[in-house]
């Protein structure tokens, strides 16, 4: 039996007369189908001025019609300091033992040595220092000590930009992980889990919470605005991938591109096929070689492969302008997992209380490597891609960072923090920036806000903007 499917939404056949007529292609058109709802990449044909928003609008004035989009990513448990940061500051920094993965990206990057998040030591309440860097990392404030229902502490960077410019886009903020975590219980010495497994917080008393599988973020993407179970189901069982789904529609729309955005089309089409087809090979791995217990379905076994699928996810988000705000935690704060892919069979946590030992040491190092190889995976990523006159890194902000400067010591100052990205040419990347100690994180938060359209002129304990990543 044959079955049509390109059931292409009144709205979506106007777009698509009025981009003959115009010759221009709005940014939210969808490719739609059976439940499934394909965004565009940026297209050359999209680049006209068009009225989305205060943060568009500063774009657009600046001479860019491409929207700036904001990334943070999170790893626990602090790093080795002496093998993370450059020994000598400004542009002819060389990156150290840890970082040596993101050299290929230096151009592209700031690191930075001096932050501190004041509100995640303990200030008269005791242990928890883990659970107090995740919940006061992306907040500036420090969270009520409880193990209960009544947690509190502060609206988190990501989720005040998505509450100004969410609405521009049809996912306002994503919000993914590796590690499955829990809302409740206590995490962390009288600390619920909220606070060890969560950095977004939508407000102060509403964590929110991450999703670790690889096939519910790609179904979110491209699942259609409704989501239909039942949809989905029905897809499914004729076994047509998402764009098996459009492919009449996308034809169509072939036919009214230049040379240069069918072949952009081509290869982002290219991309979410071999995503989609990761995804199912996961999957089907998984059920191959299925132990007593259940296994996740859709979370690939190999750490590795899952990290870097969810990174593949967060690019396409962005490169499809789906969402502009997006937190990833690469594990819980706290974490024990085991890092058997780079021959660490001992549990993370346990190794960065280390007492000085050089063994744990070693084995520390070699956590804080993977993480590199696998941040510079995402970069490399987002540079791949080209977007008007320059690349996708070029229009993103991606903050990589821990809320712990040295495990050992949980000390919350010199907190390992990078900026990657040039905000569409509002930041010099390059260099490395050694400041003073105690130098607000949130200082920084109020400089990327303003890049994104969404300034304020205060957040935690800011004490001005962060004009060190200044042009």
């Given at each position: 039996?044959?079955?049509?499917?390109?059931?292409?939404?009144?709205?979506?056949?106007?777009?698509?007369?009025?981009?003959?007529?115009?010759?221009?292609?709005?940014?939210?058109?969808?490719?739609?189908?059976?439940?499934?709802?394909?965004?565009?990449?940026?297209?050359?044909?999209?680049?006209?001025?068009?009225?989305?928003?205060?943060?568009?609008?500063?774009?657009?004035?600046?001479?860019?019609?491409?929207?700036?989009?904001?990334?943070?990513?999170?790893?626990?448990?602090?790093?080795?300091?002496?093998?993370?940061?450059?020994?000598?500051?400004?542009?002819?920094?060389?990156?150290?033992?840890?970082?040596?993965?993101?050299?290929?990206?230096?151009?592209?990057?700031?690191?930075?040595?001096?932050?501190?998040?004041?509100?995640?030591?303990?200030?008269?309440?005791?242990?928890?220092?883990?659970?107090?860097?995740?919940?006061?990392?992306?907040?500036?404030?420090?969270?009520?000590?409880?193990?209960?229902?009544?947690?509190?502490?502060?609206?988190?960077?990501?989720?005040?930009?998505?509450?100004?410019?969410?609405?521009?886009?049809?996912?306002?903020?994503?919000?993914?992980?590796?590690?499955?975590?829990?809302?409740?219980?206590?995490?962390?010495?009288?600390?619920?889990?909220?606070?060890?497994?969560?950095?977004?917080?939508?407000?102060?008393?509403?964590?929110?919470?991450?999703?670790?599988?690889?096939?519910?973020?790609?179904?979110?993407?491209?699942?259609?605005?409704?989501?239909?179970?039942?949809?989905?189901?029905?897809?499914?069982?004729?076994?047509?991938?998402?764009?098996?789904?459009?492919?009449?529609?996308?034809?169509?729309?072939?036919?009214?591109?230049?040379?240069?955005?069918?072949?952009?089309?081509?290869?982002?089409?290219?991309?979410?096929?071999?995503?989609?087809?990761?995804?199912?090979?996961?999957?089907?791995?998984?059920?191959?070689?299925?132990?007593?217990?259940?296994?996740?379905?859709?979370?690939?076994?190999?750490?590795?492969?899952?990290?870097?699928?969810?990174?593949?996810?967060?690019?396409?988000?962005?490169?499809?302008?789906?969402?502009?705000?997006?937190?990833?935690?690469?594990?819980?704060?706290?974490?024990?997992?085991?890092?058997?892919?780079?021959?660490?069979?001992?549990?993370?946590?346990?190794?960065?209380?280390?007492?000085?030992?050089?063994?744990?040491?070693?084995?520390?190092?070699?956590?804080?490597?993977?993480?590199?190889?696998?941040?510079?995976?995402?970069?490399?990523?987002?540079?791949?891609?080209?977007?008007?006159?320059?690349?996708?890194?070029?229009?993103?902000?991606?903050?990589?960072?821990?809320?712990?400067?040295?495990?050992?010591?949980?000390?919350?100052?010199?907190?390992?923090?990078?900026?990657?990205?040039?905000?569409?040419?509002?930041?010099?990347?390059?260099?490395?920036?050694?400041?003073?100690?105690?130098?607000?994180?949130?200082d920084l938060f109020l400089s990327l806000f303003d890049r994104m359209g969404a300034p304020t002129d205060s957040f935690g304990d800011s004490k001005g903007r962060f004009k060190e990543i200044d042009v």
């Amino acid at each position: 039996m044959t079955q049509r499917f390109n059931h292409i939404t009144a709205t979506q056949r106007a777009t698509i007369r009025t981009f003959s007529a115009t010759g221009s292609l709005s940014r939210r058109t969808l490719l739609k189908g059976l439940g499934a709802a394909v965004a565009l990449p940026v297209l050359d044909s999209m680049l006209a001025t068009h009225s989305l928003g205060v943060a568009a609008e500063k774009a657009a004035a600046a001479g860019k019609d491409i929207p700036i989009r904001l990334a943070f990513v999170s790893q626990p448990n602090g790093v080795i300091p002496s093998a993370w940061f450059p020994k000598t500051p400004g542009a002819d920094f060389e990156l150290v033992e840890s970082l040596e993965a993101l050299a290929p990206l230096k151009s592209d990057l700031i690191v930075i040595s001096g932050l501190a998040q004041d509100n995640g030591r303990a200030k008269g309440d005791g242990p928890g220092d883990h659970a107090r860097s995740a919940a006061s990392l992306l907040t500036g404030a420090h969270p009520r000590k409880t193990a209960g229902a009544n947690i509190k502490v502060g609206m988190s960077a990501d989720q005040w930009v998505a509450s100004k410019i969410g609405h521009l886009t049809r996912i306002p903020s994503l919000e993914v992980g590796i590690e499955p975590g829990r809302s409740s219980g206590n995490c962390d010495s009288g600390y619920s889990c909220a606070y060890s497994n969560t950095i977004s917080w939508k407000s102060e008393s509403t964590p929110m919470a991450k999703e670790i599988n690889p096939r519910l973020v790609f179904e979110r993407l491209f699942g259609g605005e409704e989501n239909n179970p039942e949809a989905r189901a029905k897809r499914a069982a004729y076994r047509k991938s998402v764009l098996d789904v459009v492919a009449g529609d996308a034809a169509k729309l072939k036919e009214k591109l230049g040379q240069t955005d069918r072949q952009k089309l081509d290869e982002y089409f290219t991309s979410v096929r071999e995503i989609e087809t990761r995804i199912e090979q996961a999957e089907t791995q998984a059920k191959n070689n299925r132990p007593d217990f259940e296994i996740p379905k859709g979370i690939p076994k190999d750490g590795r492969e899952h990290l870097r699928l969810m990174y593949d996810l967060m690019t396409v988000a962005f490169r499809t302008d789906s969402t502009r705000v997006i937190t990833c935690m690469t594990a819980n704060e706290g974490s024990n997992k085991t890092y058997p892919l780079v021959g660490v069979n001992e549990g993370h946590h346990e190794l960065s209380h280390h007492r000085n030992e050089a063994d744990k040491i070693e084995k520390l190092k070699k956590i804080d490597k993977f993480q590199m190889e696998q941040f510079a995976y995402f970069l490399q990523q987002l540079k791949s891609v080209k977007e008007g006159e320059g690349t996708l890194l070029d229009h993103c902000l991606v903050m990589f960072g821990n809320g712990l400067g040295d495990g050992n010591a949980h000390s919350h100052h010199n907190l390992p923090i990078i900026l990657a990205g040039r905000g569409s040419g509002s930041v010099k990347p390059g260099r490395y920036l050694k400041l003073e100690n105690e130098t607000p994180l949130n200082d920084l938060f109020l400089s990327l806000f303003d890049r994104m359209g969404a300034p304020t002129d205060s957040f935690g304990d800011s004490k001005g903007r962060f004009k060190e990543i200044d042009v």
